[in-house]
């Protein structure tokens, strides 16, 4: 087959798997396979050039928007850049740069000497390669390399010497010595180990700086490995292949500099794998310098937590972030995060007020004295969240005798008044500021009505009152160690009343609850805890007086007794508090005298205050 024809730049042809003086722009693309040749190929903005294995390229001028692909398994390409000349051949590239999404596959014993990915290029590199530098946004992949689809992997795979400066670098397999990763969209990230692969390693400098982001999945080899973090933050993902497999990473030393190393889970949903597992990670170094924050999480009840362990010297100053969690240990339980083999090294926690949440009571980190520092808990200070569920049961009752007011003021209203049935209504707007055992109190504020229905029945010298209620109400809920809680109540009662004409009374409500509750605790650390759970309550209220009355004024003299009941309940907190409510009770006896004005005013309308 034969094409020829021109131009801009002059005259071309394609004959006998051999082109000449090709220009490639707007959508244009040419693929030079085994055996072929191109020569004096000028790439421009929206042109791609591929050279496969066993292709032949030479005088390749690639312009600004042009991109070329390219395997180090091409018998030959070359063509000028800025550093003068690049070249692939024998297996070996040099001097080779990579922009507006150009591409660089680096076959199994082939290299690439000094390339520079820019400019959203790639790489992908089975072989060897040395001094690369990945820059603007340009992605780098070492041991892994993706052709028409199909993935191959190599623990064969070598980079030396690697500069990444706001690019990112993907360590699926094979070794990485020495890199410097900077900026603030700098990454370096080691997957875990590939099914049948070793796993990757890095050996000698690390070097992390300037808002760069390091992260290292499962049990990858950084056992030669000097990690260097500066200004930046190194995130260890757990392997959770399996369930209930810690992840052990070891190090020849850390340097820290205003840097976070922070340990975490990664949430998975597979076959083998519960997502909610939490797999925890043990870090062990020689040594430890500098300053830092390490984040770490804890299962105290089941005795699990992220550890650091050095086993030689640690200086400097660091800070410890443990997670918080509900699940309560058993009392006196404390667990060691941090172990080293000597050194002045400090750490301190960092979470807020020096204090993490664990259960029922609030953990500080304590040293030892030995070179090892535990979580151990402080009894004298409950959590926030228990003070807060505590408070919660105590709303209850304060509830149920705002809604029995309503009732027993219906009864107080009506005496010495005669009439047959009415209906009546009452609304309720109190505030109540509350300080209890659990160690903070609380404010309430609850609104609701109350509907009834009674009939007077008279005789002689007496009258029965009998009537029934039901109502609403509604109570927002603020804890005095942060955090809120709502009380949505709905109830139903019964009541009499007997009087003599004498003025001798006793009346009786009985009423029942459904209480909808639901509670923001506020932790140590600023986080929320979220529950919600129902209730039931019933209660019934006796009350025995005599009343004077003396023209518009009555006084009512009397002896009142209360009791109120709740069943107990169980949930669990967002945070993982277990809370298990016991029955609130209460049984009040209660003396007092109420004192009304009565006023008929011309319209009709009775007031008695």
């Not at 055996?35 to 791609?48: C, E, M």
């Not at 190194?234 to 205003?258: E, K, Y």
């Not at 009571?361 to 979580?375: A, C, K, V």
């Not at 505030?431 to 002689?460: C, H, K, M, P, Y």
Request: proline share 1%.
């Amino acid at each position: 087959m034969e094409v020829f024809g021109t131009n801009r730049l002059g005259q071309f042809d394609i004959k006998n798997g051999i082109a000449n003086n090709m220009l490639l722009e707007n959508g244009g693309s040419l693929r030079v396979e085994e055996n072929d040749f191109a020569y004096n190929t000028t790439v421009d903005s929206g042109g791609l050039l591929e050279v496969m294995d066993g292709g032949t390229v030479t005088g390749v001028d690639k312009k600004a928007g042009g991109k070329l692909i390219v395997s180090t398994n091409a018998l030959e390409v070359s063509g000028p850049n800025s550093k003068g000349q690049f070249s692939i051949k024998d297996g070996v590239s040099k001097n080779y740069e990579l922009d507006d999404g150009s591409g660089l596959i680096v076959m199994e014993d082939t290299q690439a000497i000094d390339t520079i990915l820019d400019e959203h290029a790639t790489m992908q590199s089975l072989g060897k390669d040395t001094g690369t530098k990945v820059q603007a946004n340009a992605v780098y992949d070492l041991g892994r390399s993706d052709q028409n689809g199909s993935i191959t992997y190599s623990s064969k795979a070598i980079s030396e010497n690697m500069v990444i400066n706001n690019g990112r670098a993907n360590v699926w397999a094979g070794t990485m010595v020495n890199v410097s990763v900077r900026g603030n969209d700098g990454i370096l990230e080691v997957m875990k180990p590939q099914i049948n692969y070793a796993p990757a390693m890095l050996v000698g400098k690390v070097v992390v700086s300037e808002g760069a982001s390091f992260r290292t999945h499962g049990a990858v080899d950084t056992s030669k490995a000097d990690v260097s973090l500066e200004n930046s933050v190194w995130t260890i993902i757990a392997d959770i292949t399996t369930t209930n497999q810690n992840t052990l990473l070891n190090l020849a030393n850390l340097a820290m500099s205003d840097a976070n190393v922070i340990m975490m889970d990664e949430p998975v949903t597979r076959s083998s794998v519960t997502a909610s597992a939490e797999n925890f990670i043990t870090l062990t170094t020689n040594t430890l310098s500098g300053n830092g924050n390490f984040y770490m999480r804890t299962d105290m009840a089941n005795h699990q937590s992220d550890q650091l362990n050095v086993t030689g010297q640690a200086t400097g100053d660091f800070k410890i972030f443990v997670t918080d969690t509900g699940a309560s240990p058993a009392a006196g339980d404390s667990l060691t995060l941090v172990t080293t083999g000597g050194g002045d090294a400090a750490f301190t926690l960092g979470n807020a007020g020096g204090v993490v949440d664990i259960g029922t009571y609030e953990y500080t980190l304590l040293d030892n004295g030995n070179h090892s520092w535990s979580l151990a808990e402080n009894r004298a200070q409950i959590t926030p969240s228990t003070t807060d569920v505590l408070n919660m049961a105590a709303a209850q009752p304060l509830v149920f005798d705002a809604e029995l007011d309503t009732v027993r003021e219906r009864l107080g209203s009506v005496k010495g008044v005669n009439y047959d049935t009415a209906m009546w209504s009452s609304a309720i707007n109190t505030r109540n500021n509350v300080t209890t055992d659990a160690g903070a109190g609380f404010e309430q504020t609850l609104t609701g009505l109350t509907l009834g229905i009674d009939s007077r029945f008279s005789r002689e010298e007496t009258s029965t009152i009998r009537g029934l209620f039901f109502g609403y109400s509604h109570s927002d809920i603020g804890f005095d160690r942060g955090g809120k809680g709502n009380v949505d109540s709905y109830t139903l009662g019964a009541y009499a009343g007997w009087e003599h004409q004498n003025g001798a009374y006793v009346d009786g409500v009985v009423k029942v609850d459904r209480f909808a509750n639901t509670i923001h605790c506020k932790m140590s650390n600023g986080a929320t805890a979220f529950g919600d759970y129902n209730s039931n309550g019933a209660g019934a209220h006796v009350e025995s007086g005599f009343r004077w009355v003396d023209g518009l004024w009555s006084v009512r003299p009397y002896l009142a007794f209360t009791g109120f009941t709740t069943d107990g309940q169980d949930y669990t907190l967002s945070n993982g508090m277990r809370a298990d409510v016991g029955n609130t009770r209460i049984l009040r006896a209660e003396a007092g005298t109420a004192v009304s004005y009565h006023m008929d005013l011309q319209n009709g309308t009775t007031l008695e205050p």
